[in-house]
T-cell receptor, first 110, second 112 residues
Framework: KNEVEQSPQNLTAQEGEFITINCSYS?????LHWLQQHPGGGIVSLFM???GKKKHGRLIATINIQEKHSSLHITASHPRDSAVYIC????????????FGEGTQLTVNP | DTGVSQDPRHKITKRGQNVTFRCDPI?????LYWYRQTLGQGPEFLTY????????KSRLLSDRFSAERPKGSFSTLEIQRTEQGDSAMYLC??????????FGSGTQLSVL
């Protein structure tokens, strides 16, 4: 069992829809990252959070430390949001390196 | 460009050959990480430097793999006697302390 589980693995939405991607982890963490990866490999950091909620434009990330769960929401989705979204955690026991989920492939159709 | 840069972007090699990749982090970043990613999977940790010191190595990093960061700036990752299972995207990332992580575009390795 992976220490970081994401769901769904694949998600297809229509433009304008509200999107939710979930991330669950099984051990204590110091921080959680949401990352976006476009075809060709480039990874961009979207959020780093250890509690509560953060918002940037149409993106919202929440984390519930007690439930070991985080969600990434995209409001008013657009085809340019199509990418792989990856959850990664810094485990309490792993120093500064990150442990990654397998990613969620999001496709937003016009 | 002040982002993380990796060179080359693509590398095709024959099994048994040695390859070396380079990563230039953002200049003031003291921490540098190497990750490996195969198709459809999330990145896996390989190794981590704080300044010039290699502080952690994954068990994934066999004896054929070696990484250096000689002056605490750029880093190299060398794979000796490449195998087909080494085919993957090799990603470098850097950060200052525990701040936001910045990734390079990766080096795609294909071992024939």
């Amino acid at each position: 069992k992976n220490e970081v589980e994401q769901s769904p693995q694949n998600l297809t939405a229509q433009e304008g829809e509200f999107i939710t991607i979930n991330c669950s982890y099984s051990v204590g963490i110091s921080a959680l990252h949401w990352l976006q990866q476009h075809p060709g490999g480039g990874i961009v950091s979207l959020f780093m959070l250890s509690s509560g909620k953060k918002k940037h434009g149409r993106l919202i990330a929440t984390i519930n430390i007690q439930e070991k769960h985080s969600s990434l929401h995209i409001t008013a989705s657009h085809p340019r949001d199509s990418a792989v979204y990856i959850c990664a955690v810094r485990l309490e026991t792993s120093g500064s390196r990150l442990t990654f989920g397998e990613g969620t492939q999001l496709t937003v159709n016009p | 460009d002040t982002g993380v840069s990796q060179d080359p972007r693509h590398k095709i090699t024959k099994r048994g050959q040695n390859v070396t990749f380079r990563c230039d982090p953002i200049s003031e970043h003291n921490r540098l990480y190497w990750y490996r990613q195969t198709l459809g999977q999330g990145p896996e940790f390989l190794t981590y430097f704080q300044n010039e010191a290699q502080l952690e190595k994954s068990r994934l990093l066999s004896d054929r793999f070696s990484a250096e960061r000689p002056k605490g700036s750029f880093s190299t990752l060398e794979i000796q006697r490449t195998e087909q299972g080494d085919s993957a995207m090799y990603l470098c990332a850097s950060r200052l302390g525990l701040s936001e992580l910045f990734f390079g575009s990766g080096t795609q390795l294909s071992v024939l």
